[in-house]
């Protein structure tokens, strides 16, 4: 088995360099040079590439492939129902419970809400004699999961079992302000018991029907919805943030699917998923209008979209979704702006797609500061654009036409790239004044709403600079290039035979043989000064450098921004494949027919399905001790 594990990886990487090599036999065979793209309608302009538009085969091919990907994201997203009504406990307060006889209580199971702290666990035969236990607990890690008492296995070891006793009367008593939303006491046989309560103590036990079997990514947070979905939630009730290390905008579209479909598992994931669907018409939207072929961005979109660094990134509630679309959006608007002729389209038609990319930009900024890197490629872009046009300009005897435009966009870009970022990401801030009782537009002008987001920029910036942990899933970036260390989000051993993991790392198709096209978009930039080639590279180069520089912690998922760029750069080749390859289609299908076949052989590492632990390890750790499954 452990041959095999080897002979997968390589087999693959063979066959993606195969396929590289197949192509460029066919497109050069007997020495002759490489091709160039057509050339574009426009020759005056560098940076200005044909007009391609979409049609109605393409509308569709968007459609099929979003509503197909949609179909398997948001299977088994999360469970729709989980406990919502709460009992509001404050410090020292108590719930007291009568099952009406002495029964047997094989475990103790509760759904935790907001705020952290702990509670005393008393129990009695007789209501005089009492025992207690302080192992219920609420702590940042805990909150929005079905949780098992559990207290030292008592032989020494680090093992813990369910808290049993057997008792008629039950007391809880809060340490701390705290919010439980269900507890359940079952039978060393699974059955549920049903005590006798009163007045608030009801909305403990109202909601039975929910209590599962165990906990589960289903029904519970894992990984680090614990901070983004408990905050996105606090903006919802005007509580003070618990997570304050990015910016709020992302926890506010969070909160938004948890407004529509309530505090479950459904709900704090589904507005990331959904963001997962939509990147797909947008980057189709991209491939589109800058190679002008259906086939290639069909076939790049495809990849993308099973890419399981895009499929399991977005099915979890946290921010780094929010942050590649709105890199995407803020590029093909870019992209659109550079394309159009100056001097055969009106000014305010050429403004418009710039605008909104500093808007989109600025968007994205405020749901999280990764973002910021991509605005340097966003600037090489438009920097590119302006001296094209100045040499351009400059061959016509236009130079002052040169200088009055550069200037007038100067200001344009200073408008929409810094003014309105600067006052979206300062408004994004008001559930933070709501939190600490500011209240109506005129917060926005108070001193204390402007210290409130000066001191989290503060705060962020030294956490963020000195954090200086330690985590078993950690990696550098030259490691996501080759895929090397994925980041385990959930690991659960049902059995000696099953088990239910899943983790983000990038698929073999788009991780490695994107790289490859990557390497061909540095080779056309400097080579052959193709601009579309130079955009491509600019964007991956901005998403991916300042992690060279960067000593904190880092993981494979902050790879995710790179890997849009990865499914351009393989619309490029499509492209040309589609262009220069007389039969073309079992090039392009077959690399598409590997993603979708990998897809399927990783499918229970994506999603956490119960799953024979043999296969996972027999097939699926392809780098032994590194990757987690």
Request: proline share 5%; net charge neutral.
């Amino acid at each position: 088995m452990d041959k095999l594990i080897v002979v997968l990886p390589v087999s693959v990487l063979f066959l993606i360099l195969l396929w590289y090599v197949g192509i460029y036999r066919q497109v050069r065979p007997e020495g002759m040079p490489w091709p160039e793209p057509a050339a574009p309608d426009y020759p005056r302009l560098a940076t200005v590439s044909p007009r391609y538009s979409l049609t109605r085969r393409d509308a569709a091919l968007m459609l099929i492939i979003s509503l197909v990907y949609a179909f398997f994201a948001f299977f088994m997203l999360g469970d729709t129902e989980a406990p919502q009504s709460c009992r509001a406990f404050e410090s020292g307060d108590t719930a007291e419970f009568d099952f009406g006889e002495v029964r047997e209580v094989g475990s103790v199971m509760y759904f935790s809400s907001l705020h952290t702290g702990s509670y005393t666990l008393e129990y009695s035969a007789d209501g005089e004699t009492w025992e207690s236990s302080d192992a219920m607990t609420q702590n940042y890690n805990q909150l929005f999961k079905w949780l098992t008492v559990e207290v030292p296995a008592g032989d020494g070891s680090d093992e813990t079992i369910p808290l049993t006793f057997s008792a008629r009367y039950v007391r809880l008593t809060a340490n701390d302000r705290l919010d439980l939303a269900e507890i359940a006491f079952k039978t060393p046989s699974g059955e549920l018991i049903e005590p006798a309560y009163s007045g608030a103590d009801a909305a403990l036990f109202d909601e039975q029907q929910l209590v599962p079997e165990r906990m589960t990514y289903m029904n519970s947070t894992y990984f680090d919805e614990i901070y983004h979905a408990r905050t996105a939630l606090e903006h919802i009730e005007n509580v003070e943030p618990y997570e304050v290390s990015h910016p709020p905008l992302g926890k506010l579209i969070i909160s938004l699917g948890i407004r529509l479909f309530g505090m479950t598992p459904f709900g704090w994931r589904f507005m990331g998923t959904l963001f997962g669907v939509l990147m797909l018409p947008l980057l189709y939207i991209l491939l589109k209008l800058m190679f002008g072929s259906t086939p290639a961005a069909a076939a790049a979109t495809f990849v993308f979209a099973f890419d399981f660094m895009h499929f399991v990134q977005t099915r979890i509630a946290t921010i780094d979704t929010y942050a590649v679309f709105f890199i995407l959006a803020s590029f093909l608007f870019m992209f659109i702006f550079v394309r159009q002729d100056p001097d055969e389209t009106r000014l305010w038609r050429r403004l418009v797609p710039l605008g909104l990319s500093g808007v989109l930009w600025g968007v994205g900024c405020a749901s999280k500061w990764t973002v910021i890197y991509a605005g340097a490629g966003l600037a090489v872009i438009w920097l590119a654009y302006w001296i094209c046009r100045g040499v351009y300009l400059k061959k016509c005897g236009r130079l002052r036409e040169m200088t009055r435009g550069l200037i007038g966009n100067i200001f344009f870009c200073l408008i929409f790239f810094v003014a309105v970022p600067l006052v979206i990401y300062y408004v994004s801030y008001y559930p933070y004044g709501r939190a600490a009782g500011l209240d109506g537009m005129g917060m926005f002008f108070t001193r204390e709403y402007f210290d409130i987001v000066w001191e989290n920029q503060v705060f962020m910036f030294t956490y963020h600079s000195g954090l200086e942990a330690t985590h078993p899933y950690a990696s550098r970036w030259w490691m996501w290039i080759i895929d090397a260390r994925p980041i385990l989000y959930y690991l659960d051993y049902i059995s000696d035979t099953t088990k239910s993991a899943f983790g983000a790392f990038n698929g073999p198709m788009l991780c490695w043989g994107g790289f490859v096209a990557m390497l061909y978009m540095f080779w056309r930039t400097v080579r052959r000064r193709d601009f579309r080639a130079g955009m491509i590279s600019a964007g991956y180069l901005a998403s991916l450098l300042p992690w060279v520089f960067i000593s904190r912690l880092t993981f494979a998922y902050h790879y995710f921004p790179c890997m849009l760029f990865l499914a351009v750069a393989l619309g490029y080749v499509f492209a040309q494949v589609c262009e220069y390859v007389k039969n073309w289609r079992p090039w392009i299908y077959s690399f598409c027919a590997g993603s979708a076949v990998l897809f399927v052989m990783f499918y229970p590492v994506l999603t956490g399905i119960p799953f024979s632990i043999r296969y996972t390890s027999a097939l699926l750790r392809w780098f032994p001790g590194a990757w987690p499954f």
